[in-house]
């Protein structure tokens, strides 16, 4: 079965920039969707296919997607982004989730 | 508003049964793909199943995990998606989440990311 992997943690200094990586076999040929987490709440849909953003989403977060890995970007961190997130794919019609990573912002 | 509302999640004993409904509002259901998506405590996301509409053929898929044990219906009459989970093991125990995609690009509802959640129902399997 099909496996993404993401870093346990990741740790950004308040206003700088933060990358989350997402492995996976070629999944540069894939749609790769991106959540966010706070604890409590349920998941928030913040980057879409591969680079897009929902309606809502600032502009700090972008994505990327090549070869073995996709990146999610957040710059100009804020506390606020203190959360968890979790790449997604579609791998033989299911969905396949990343384990997460805590991003947390000194 | 749009909005997702899960319920029936509770206290079940290992081996038994129980059914979560999620009732939609605000969007049309009837074209709607719904997924479930659980996540035990402290764990990551999990994808349950998903049931396509009726007018793309209705195909259910699950993950392997659940696949002969859960059953995934929908009623788009009530605007209603179900999960009837049976022969309940504690490791099924999490918050369950229904979500579906409703992001267009060019009038096309793409399929394959969820923009819309509920906000789940917690469901533990123990004795």
């Known amino acids: 079965s099909y496996e993404l992997t993401q870093p346990l943690s990741v740790s950004v200094a308040l206003g700088q920039t933060a990358s989350i990586t997402c492995g996976g076999d070629?999944?540069?040929?894939?749609?790769v969707h991106w959540y966010q987490q706070r604890p409590g709440q349920a998941p928030v849909l913040v980057i879409y296919?591969?680079?897009n953003r929902p309606s809502g989403i600032p502009e700090r977060f972008s994505g990327s997607n090549s070869g073995t890995t996709a990146t999610l970007t957040i710059s100009r961190a804020q506390a606020g982004d203190e959360a968890d997130y979790y790449c997604?794919?579609?791998?033989?019609?299911?969905?396949?989730f990343g384990g997460g990573t805590k991003l947390t912002v000194l | 508003e749009v909005q997702l509302v899960e319920s029936g999640g509770g206290l079940v004993k290992p081996g038994g049964s129980l059914r979560l409904s999620c009732v939609a509002s605000?969007?049309?259901?009837?074209?709607?793909?719904m997924s479930w998506v659980r996540q035990a405590p402290g764990k990551g996301l999990e994808w349950v199943g998903r049931?396509?509409?009726?007018?793309?053929?209705?195909?259910?898929n699950y993950a392997a995990s659940v696949k002969g044990r859960f059953t995934i219906s929908r009623d788009d009459s009530k605007t209603t998606l179900y999960l009837h989970m049976t022969s309940l093991k504690t490791e099924d125990t999490a918050v369950y989440y229904c979500?579906?995609?409703?992001?267009?690009?060019?009038?096309?509802?793409?399929?394959?990311?969820?923009?819309?959640w509920g906000q789940g129902t917690m469901v533990i399997v123990s004795s």
């Open positions: 070629n999944i540069g040929f894939k749609n």
């Open positions: 979500a579906t995609p409703t992001i267009t690009i060019s009038g096309v509802v793409i399929r394959d990311a969820f923009d819309m």
């Open positions: 296919r591969d680079k």
């Open positions: 049931v396509k509409s009726k007018t793309a053929g209705g195909t259910i």
């Open positions: 997604q794919v579609w791998d033989s019609f299911t969905v396949v």
């Open positions: 605000g969007f049309t259901f009837n074209d709607a793909w």
